[in-house]
């Protein structure tokens, strides 16, 4: 085999080519006879028990709900305000990882209703609550979200959001402080760790 090389031509045999390829590759082999060890080779003994954790699958599908809560905001009326103050940098509602308010119901697990309901705007509260995926849950925020609070009786007024829609936890308050909400936020986060999958053949 002839190769030409600035300018020059090199003449090789073949013969010796595959020579000294094979010699190559039998070195290759000969010095790849043992198995490398088994990286996992750390965890001795001693180690094991330290590093395998028990738990029910019920507990592992809890445990990621309840920590990444995205809420769809329905703000509606004075409550509204001390939601949005919830999610701000003092009581930093993503100390809880649920800072993602969604403007979509598609995208959220947690309905917070914040204010007064009207009967007029109520159809539409459905219609976000029913766009939402299972499992979901609902935040009734202030005392309109119970009964109606100061307009209780009102021609236009809902007299409770449970007309409407399942509740799961009501916050009462007119308006209820930013606490009152987080605090609702952990009852919710009990209810789901509550939650029996497994043997319930499914969620909700
Ligand atoms: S509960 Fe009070 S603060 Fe909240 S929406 Fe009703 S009237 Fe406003």
Known sequence: ????????????????????????????????QQPYPDPAGWLD????????LLTTVDRVINWSRYRALWP??????CCAIEMMCTAASRFDIARFGMEVFRASPRQA??????GTLSWKM?????????????????LAMGACGTSGGIFKGS???????????????YVPGCPPRPEALLDACIKIHEKIQKDRIVR????Q
Not at 21 to 29: K, S
Not at 109 to 114: G, P, S
Not at 200 to 203: A, C
């Open 109 to 114: 697990d947690l309905l917070i209703i914040a």
């Open 155 to 169: 021609y236009s007024v809902v007299p409770g959001f449970n007309l409407v829609l399942p509740v799961d936890v």
């Open 72 to 77: 769809v905001a329905f703000g509606l009326a």
């Open 45 to 52: 003994a001693e180690a094991l028990p330290a590093n395998v």
């Open 1 to 32: 085999m002839e190769i030409e090389s600035g300018g020059r031509k090199y003449s090789y045999s073949d013969t010796l080519l595959d020579s000294e390829e094979g010699q190559v590759i039998e070195a290759f082999r000969a010095a790849n």
């Open 200 to 203: 319930k053949g499914g969620s």
């Open 122 to 138: 109520a159809p539409w509260l459905r219609r976000v609550y029913d766009q939402m995926p299972e499992p979901k849950w609902v």
